[in-house]
């Protein structure tokens, strides 16, 4: 599994892991900024972006396909970064494979077990005929009424190709993912813990990371700082860019 990545800067290296129906772009502003320090390489995790598909998904396959990228870009260890479902492979990879980690920074995740929330946005995106569209435009009002949310409905049609002939395509292997959906809920572990620093950033307007989640967090992550900012919602890197950095810089 050699995933797609994009790369800036010099220097000691860090690993950027998107979330679900995500890509490495998503890290962009991020990275450009990281890029001034460090030697950066945002993935697309399997079945995500230019990376390949697979009728196999778990985060330990994930962590995996992180392994494989480092032995290929030779790379002994790195700081690794990793956002919601990145944030759950970033977790896994430490566990797995701790010496290739220096530090750990998840935004907005525990390792726990989640619900499945994303039901209703598979089954709207599985019902979509793209080939019934001409432009971008008539999906996101077909998409309209099953996710009300523009700013949603626009980052999922990110996912959204067109080939030679102009018809449409999902670069994300959707009904992949929709079936692996269920090991994307599942809950991190590992019988022995990441004693190396990690850092939790959750946000104050997000349900994701909770009071309960402390106890879990530190047995695995035992030297894990948990610090929240309080305006931004899941996307922690995006609706605080600033804030996020700030704290992510001082940490690495």
């Given at each position: 599994?050699r995933?797609h990545?994009?790369e800036?800067?010099?220097?000691r290296?860090?690993?950027l892991?998107h979330?679900l129906?995500g890509a490495?772009?998503?890290w962009?502003p991020?990275?450009?900024?990281?890029?001034?320090?460090?030697?950066?390489f945002?993935?697309?995790?399997?079945?995500h972006?230019?990376?390949?598909?697979?009728?196999?998904?778990?985060f330990?396959?994930?962590?995996g396909?992180?392994?494989?990228?480092?032995v290929?870009?030779?790379?002994?260890?790195?700081?690794?970064?990793?956002?919601?479902?990145g944030g759950?492979?970033a977790?896994?990879?430490a566990l797995q494979y701790?010496?290739?980690v220096e530090k750990?920074?998840?935004?907005?995740m525990a390792?726990?077990?989640y619900?499945?929330?994303?039901?209703k946005?598979f089954a709207?995106?599985?019902?979509l005929?793209?080939?019934v569209?001409?432009?971008r435009?008539?999906?996101?009002?077909?998409?309209a009424?099953?996710?009300?949310n523009l700013?949603?409905?626009r980052?999922l049609l990110?996912?959204?190709?067109?080939?030679a002939e102009?018809?449409?395509?999902?670069?994300?292997?959707?009904c992949?993912?929709a079936?692996?959906?269920?090991?994307?809920?599942?809950?991190?572990?590992h019988p022995r813990?990441?004693?190396k620093?990690?850092l939790?950033?959750r946000g104050g307007?997000?349900?994701?990371v909770?009071?309960t989640?402390?106890?879990?967090i530190?047995g695995?992550?035992?030297?894990a700082q948990i610090?929240?900012?309080e305006?931004?919602?899941?996307?922690?890197?995006?609706?605080?860019?600033?804030?996020?950095?700030e704290?992510?810089?001082?940490?690495?």
């Open positions: 599994m995933l990545f994009k800036y800067g010099q220097g290296a860090v690993i892991l979330g129906f490495s772009d998503n962009h991020v990275a450009t900024r990281l890029a001034k320090k460090f030697h950066v945002a993935l697309d995790q399997r079945n972006g230019q990376s390949p598909h697979s009728a196999e998904m778990n330990s396959l994930m962590a396909d992180v392994d494989e990228f480092m290929a870009q030779g790379l002994p260890t790195a700081l690794v970064v990793g956002h919601s479902m759950k492979t977790m896994q990879f701790p010496g290739r750990l920074v998840v935004g907005d390792p726990r077990k619900a499945p929330t994303h039901d946005i709207a995106l599985l019902a005929n793209l080939a569209y001409q432009s435009q008539q999906i996101e009002e077909a998409l009424d099953s996710i009300p700013v949603l409905r980052f990110k996912n959204l190709g067109r080939d102009g018809r449409f395509f999902w670069k994300i292997n959707l992949g993912l079936e692996s959906y269920p090991n994307l809920c599942a809950p991190v572990f813990p990441f004693t620093p990690a939790f950033i307007r997000s349900d994701y909770n009071a989640d402390e106890a879990l530190h695995l992550f035992p030297q610090q929240t900012i305006k931004s919602g899941h996307w922690v890197h995006a609706d605080a860019t600033e804030e996020f950095l704290r992510l810089l001082n940490f690495l």
